[in-house]
């Protein structure tokens, strides 16, 4: 299983990025899917998460800048990142978690990530 996060760089405060997750070896339609970011000294932070059924959570520094969506048919989950701020600065990764009806999930598979950096 392999996920592949593109789309990162440099973009100045105000700007605008969209990010990619490329996913193989498995059909995410049963996944609930996400994006995770890592700032520079800090801990993984959960960005935005849409479930398998659609509904979508994000955390609330996103603040309705950010806006995820998948697309099952080409096996794809997108961020589209709007006013981008230096304190996004961040590896952003995707995620893809299976639950299959139980509390924990049963599958759990994560992408390299890619650097985001937003500076003036």
């Known amino acids: 299983v392999q996920l592949q996060a593109s789309g990162g760089g440099f973009v100045r405060p105000g700007g605008s990025l969209r990010l990619s997750c490329a996913v193989s070896?498995?059909?995410?339609?049963?996944?609930?899917l996400a994006w995770y970011r890592q700032p520079p000294g800090k801990q993984r932070e959960l960005v935005a998460r849409i479930t398998a059924g659609g509904s979508v959570v994000a955390d609330d520094f996103v603040n309705g800048r950010f806006t995820i969506s998948r697309d099952n048919a080409k096996n794809a989950v997108y961020l589209q990142m709007n006013s981008l701020k230096p304190d996004d600065t961040a590896v952003y990764y995707c995620n893809a978690r299976r639950y299959n009806g139980l509390p924990n999930p049963d599958r759990d598979y994560w992408g390299q990530g890619t650097l985001v950096t937003v500076s003036s």
């Open positions: 070896g498995i059909t995410i339609v049963s996944y609930h």
